[in-house]
């Protein structure tokens, strides 16, 4: 079952520092999401990209944050100046479309900033 | 934009008993309502969805139930078991062109031998 891949499972970084977290989406699929999650929490959409564009973003990604589409496979989230507030597991999810019903989420990258 | 109460928080049951989870949203142009299930540590797992054009949805031990009018839907698990302990997120599709979900604040379910 083709799934979406992330990486890395787990980063530590200092404060300030830029991070930049890594998914491949499912081949075939077209719309690419980013959702976080602080421990214990809920998830919470951070932004949707389609056709090399952000087509929605919330207020959780503010000017620190940026995504990317650099290549046929792989969509990043970048985080330009982490904060310790940034801590959180975050999930990328693709769709084929945009009303097909399930996202497919990976299996998440645990950002701890300290 | 969207708001999704979830409740109960927690929620601990006998093996084979049923558990019910209850979810209200606040924007009546949401049309999908997915649950999914989490374990510690892992990636949000979709169990069951609905979309707004039905009443209810049964996947074996599963059902899901849609009041549009009330703006409320609850998530049915009957005969439970240990390894249903999970944490289960309700969430609404906003009315835009793309899988925009809102999530609730999740509840945990236990489930005693």
């Known amino acids: 079952e083709p799934e979406v891949t992330q990486t890395p499972s787990h980063q530590v970084t200092q404060m300030g520092q830029e991070v930049i977290l890594r998914c491949v989406p499912i081949?075939?699929?077209?719309?690419f999401y980013w959702y976080r999650q602080i421990l214990g929490q809920k998830v919470e959409f951070l932004v949707s990209?389609?056709?090399?564009?952000?087509?929605?973003k919330s207020e959780i990604f503010d000017d620190q944050f940026s995504v990317e589409r650099p290549d046929g496979s792989n969509f990043t989230l970048k985080i330009r100046s982490t904060k310790l507030e940034d801590s959180a597991m975050y999930f990328c999810?693709?769709?084929?479309?945009?009303?097909?019903?399930?996202?497919?989420f990976g299996e998440g990258s645990r950002l701890t900033v300290l | 934009g969207e708001n999704v109460e979830q409740h109960p928080s927690t929620l601990s049951v006998q093996e084979g008993d049923s558990a019910v989870i209850k979810c209200t949203y606040s924007?009546?142009?949401?049309?999908?309502f997915p649950w999914y299930k989490q374990e510690l540590g892992k990636r949000p797992q979709l169990i069951i969805d609905?979309?707004?054009?039905?009443g209810e949805k049964k996947d074996q031990r599963i059902a899901v139930t849609l009041n549009k009018t009330a703006k409320h839907f609850s998530l049915h698990i009957t005969e439970t078991q240990p390894e249903d302990s999970a944490v289960y997120f309700c969430?609404?599709?906003?009315?835009?062109?793309?899988?925009?979900?809102?999530f609730g604040t999740g509840t945990r379910l236990l489930v005693s031998p």
């Open positions: 081949s075939n699929h077209l719309y």
């Open positions: 999810a693709s769709t084929s479309g945009p009303n097909t019903g399930e996202l497919f």
């Open positions: 969430a609404a599709k906003e009315n835009t062109g793309f899988q925009k979900l809102v």
């Open positions: 990209f389609y056709n090399n564009e952000i087509s929605e």
């Open positions: 924007d009546s142009a949401s049309n999908y």
């Open positions: 609905i979309r707004s054009n039905v």
